[in-house]
């Protein structure tokens, strides 16, 4: 793998792939581990991606004024682990 970053299109479709070769049974055992670990490195990459573009996400909010101002993004509670969702530090399968 180069040292250049992926891009997280990349990253997910590289994930897409993994999945359907793991899926698909045509992966001897060790094979189906080596591929499950690089998919599990592969979440835990773009879930910080993601954490990471939240965290620079900010809301135009309109004054009273009319004039715009930034506010810092703040997910409610109902955002932050939606129906049956799991904390990152899980294992995500």
Partial sequence: ????TKKFEDELKELETIVSQIDSGE????ESIGAFER????????NGKLDEVE?????????????LRTA???PSSDDENPAGAKDDDETPF
């Fill in 39 to 46: 998919g599990v490195m592969l979440v835990k990459a773009l």
């Fill in 27 to 30: 992966l001897t055992l060790d």
């Fill in 55 to 67: 965290r620079k996400v900010e809301l135009l909010t309109r004054s009273a004024g009319g004039e």
């Fill in 1 to 4: 793998m180069s040292t250049k």
């Fill in 72 to 74: 810092p993004f703040e």
